[in-house]
T-cell receptor, first 114, second 113 residues
Framework: KNQVEQSPQSLIILEGKNCTLQ??????????LRWYKQDTGRGPVSLTI?????NTKSNGRYTATLDADTKQSSLHITASQLSDSASYIC?????????????FGRGTQLTVWP | EADIYQTPRYLVIGTGKKITLECSQT?????MYWYQQDPGMELHLIHY???????EKGDLSSESTVSRIRTEHFPLTLESARPSHTSQYLC????????????FGEGSRLTVL
């Protein structure tokens, strides 16, 4: 069964600190992996999209890594800010159908305290 | 910022009422989607469309229906709302090229009493 598992489920850090969120997947075949940020009561916003040939991708203070061999990805947030408080969702796309089906994780709820 | 809009943002209605959640995008995307999201849970695809007059049911069974008469418009309708329909509904669109990045609307939070 294709799955996307994220850890931790929730995380609290102090402003200015770094943190790393994890995503493990069993989706096969694999096309790409995406990280989204979802503020409370809002729609998800794309942070990064990585294909199997990309090991790392940055978007400002967000850096995503991908190990397609072990089927693991991480999202590293540097120098956290209060506005980083949100749910971070890992999404994996397969290439096994014309739909390019998406598999969603349940997200990691990050809270940044002042 | 994505040009995809959902209305209403919040809706509280009684059981048995008919409701329509509106979704419009100005990006000219052919592919549009409706997802359902409950707190702490993953998004579930309930409907999608690959273009005008094309609609398909998604992975999660839903009593809602959709239509795609115009490229930019993808409304979702519940003929008779029930408390089990209480949820967050997210509309998204994609141009379908390359990695097919999804652009989401702000969501419609539906509460059925």
């Amino acid at each position: 069964k294709n799955q996307v598992e994220q850890s931790p489920q929730s995380l609290i850090i102090l402003e200015g600190k770094n943190c790393t969120l994890q995503c493990n997947y069993t989706v096969s075949p694999f096309s790409n992996l995406r990280w989204y940020k979802q503020d409370t009561g809002r729609g998800p916003v794309s942070l990064t999209i990585m294909t199997f040939s990309e090991n790392t991708k940055s978007n400002g203070r967000y850096t995503a890594t991908l190990d397609a061999d072990t089927k693991q990805s991480s999202l590293h947030i540097t120098a956290s800010q209060l506005s980083d408080s949100a749910s971070y969702i890992c999404v994996v796309s397969d290439r096994g159908s014309t739909l390019g089906r998406l598999y969603f994780g349940r997200g990691t709820q990050l809270t940044v305290w002042p | 910022e994505a040009d995809i809009y959902q209305t209403p943002r919040y809706l509280v209605i009684g059981t048995g009422k008919k409701i329509t959640l509106e979704c419009s995008q100005t990006m000219g995307h052919d592919k549009m989607y409706w997802y359902q999201q409950d707190p702490g849970m993953e998004l579930h695809l309930i409907h999608y469309s690959y273009g005008v007059n094309s609609t398909e049911k998604g992975d999660l069974s839903s009593e809602s229906t959709v239509s795609r008469i115009r490229t930019e418009h993808f409304p979702l309708t519940l003929e008779s709302a029930r408390p089990s329909h209480t949820s967050q509904y997210l509309c998204a669109s994609s141009d379908g090229r390359g990695t097919g990045e999804l652009f989401f609307g702000e969501g419609s939070r539906l509460t059925v009493l």
